[in-house]
């Protein structure tokens, strides 16, 4: 089992990779993949069951990133999980390599849906939960979501349905740092009062601290026990957070270049010394 | 007071009779007795698209998804992602509704997902145009990996349930909401991605799909007694196309005709003239909805208002003729 401090450790790791696939690629969206690694962290580290040289395997529980823009954090945490090799996040954006600027499940095999238009990965988690429980394969599904999808219907259809079909073995996670592409999500579209509303549909809702390693843990062991309804985790998080000065800055959302600059300081942020920082700039890092 | 029976039940409208979606419920039914693998999705419709026979033979393997199409196309994609191939089910329309999730969720990601409308074309009638749906060919057939079909009769519609279900991988096929008279053969094999000759002849070729083939024998027949030889084609896989097909037909007649209870803009006109665009160009006309929506009516009427009908083929059979004579 791995201990609190691996998990820090690694989620620093993933946040350190994520943004130099996002400076190589020269585009991305840097804000919500930061907001969302700690929480990815924990699923991936303690909670989704999976066989890094099978990743077909039947029985496996199922990561979707619904919020498919975050890719590059999904890329690094993945890599860092041993599901492929990390050199390939050099390929992240390029033509006729396998990491698309969104997942997808036809070029990397353990991409669980294609996602990049928003509420769709929810959708296809809910058919993902209720397919294996037509196979009666005990398995569970996570689904993570940004707070800008919650403003799509598709959201609130799946969430009829998740309820209706009492999909307990589907976990649904929102990264809930406030901003969406343009502003705040209450000067775009308020979804406040969030977790009523949820709760209203019939979801068991968790409040907790999206970069609390241990409150998502406890959090997510809670979820993998309830029956009968299916639980959904809202995440309170920081957008940009891990480097000060992309911490709840909507600019860094995204789509933007990294300039090297911007990586140094970002790297520095994330305690890179000097010297890693030129392996990271050119690459040469990722496959050490 | 008086027993609540029989008698007291609304009568349903095409619940019954020789229509595309009866036979495609009924064939869901038994190829659910012949395979244990497949579940069907329903969006409180299942009245309509013939799917109520499959919930009331396999109860748990129906599933009702609601109001709402896009949440259940999705869900579909992740559901067939658990090895389960999945039919989708509701009417031509509101297929539309989800079209970004059967792109992107479905024919992306490469799902074995079987998307099945009822109520195409203005064989719909009276509900008029917001329940017709004349665009569902032309934007199935721009997904890329894309399986389309549009059967001719009730034959046609089982046996086209049962190929899509043996075929892996994402399809479209239309059925239709009224009776539908029998064209084809009881001894008829359907093969996808094969159209066949329905009546042989050598001066144009109609190729029909859908609800139009019986009518382009009708014209042929008409046709036939002021000695223009009119050969038929039910073309109900409309992609991948029948290419080798459609080309011998203009080589071998030099005029085609389309015809399909649809906008004539791309669908089965467009896969057709784009075929003998590069490979056999010759004279077309088309028959079809001309880029408009349609409006209430009795479908018979509407056929008539809107150029679909027999007599329609045949006169653009004499004009595509007439062109081909001109050269």
Redesign the interface.
Known sequence: MRTLEDMALFAIRARRLSLAAIHAAASGHPGGVLSAIDIMTVVFQRHLRFDAANPHWEDRDRFVLSKGHAAPALYAVAALAGMYPPTELRGLRKLGHPLQGHPHVGTTPWVEASTGSLGQGFSAGVGMALGLKHVRRNARVYVLLGDGEMQEGQVWEALMCGAHHGTDNLCAILDYNKLQSDDRNENIMALEPLADKIRSFGWQVQEVDGHDLAAIDSALAIAAQRRQSPSFMIAHTIKGKGVPFMEGRPEWHGSVKLRDEDLDRALTALDVGAADVQRYMDGSIWGS | MAQSGEADQPSLIGSAGDSLREAFGRALVRLGEERTDF?VFDADVAGGTGTHHFRKAHPD?F?Q??I?E???????????????PVFVTTFAVFMLRAL??VR??VA???RNVKIVASHPGLDVGPDGASAQCLEDLAVFRAMPGMVVVSPADSLEAELATAAILDYEGPVYMRTGRSPCPRVLPPDYRFKLGRGVVLRDGSDVTVIACGVEVARALAAAEQLAATQISVRVVNLSTLKPLDEELVVRCARETGAIVTAEDHNVLGGLGGAVSECLARFRPCPVEFVGVADRFGESGEPEELAEKFGLTAPHIAAAALRVVERKRKG
Do not use: D, P
């Open positions: 579940v393997r599933y998804f609601g709402a896009q949440n259940m196309m999705a869900a579909a994609g992740g559901f067939a992602a658990t090895g389960v970004e999730q992107l969720s992306y990601s490469k």
